[in-house]
Nanobody, 115 residues
Framework: QVQLVESGGGWVQPGGSLRLSCAAS????????MSWYRQAPGKGRELVAR????????DYADFVNGRFTISRDNAKNTVYLQMNSLRPEDTAVYYC????????WGQGTQVTISS
């Protein structure tokens, strides 16, 4: 059974940091490109960051602007998103995605940035 379980979301003040984790099981994690997406209220889902299967290549949305870092540990079947300098506009549900032959999604974790 395929599972992607996100954790690490919560509420922080502007300028704060959060580290999201996504624990994967039920598929060959090391073969999959892993991504983080987000969906703000009333908006569509958008790509935040993506990392290649071996971790050698990363891509980020323009709005990240050097504030976030995606990483993965294939020995632990886990992908991370370190988010620094958070802004109110980063408020969204953050989703983990695995893509290779198939595409799998987690249930999402809420991130709220406000003072």
């Amino acid at each position: 059974q395929v599972q992607l379980v996100e954790s690490g979301g919560g509420w922080v003040q502007p300028g704060g940091s959060l580290r999201l984790s996504c624990a994967a099981s039920g598929f060959r994690f090391s073969s999959y490109t892993m991504s983080w997406y987000r969906q703000a209220p009333g908006k569509g889902r958008e790509l935040v960051a993506r990392i290649s299967s071996a971790g050698g290549s990363e891509d980020y949305a323009d709005f990240v602007n050097g504030r976030f870092t995606i990483s993965r540990d294939n020995a632990k079947n886990t992908v991370y998103l370190q988010m620094n300098s958070l802004r109110p506009e980063d408020t969204a549900v953050y989703y983990c995605n695995a893509r290779y032959y198939y595409s799998y999604w987690g249930q999402g974790t809420q991130v709220t940035i406000s003072s």
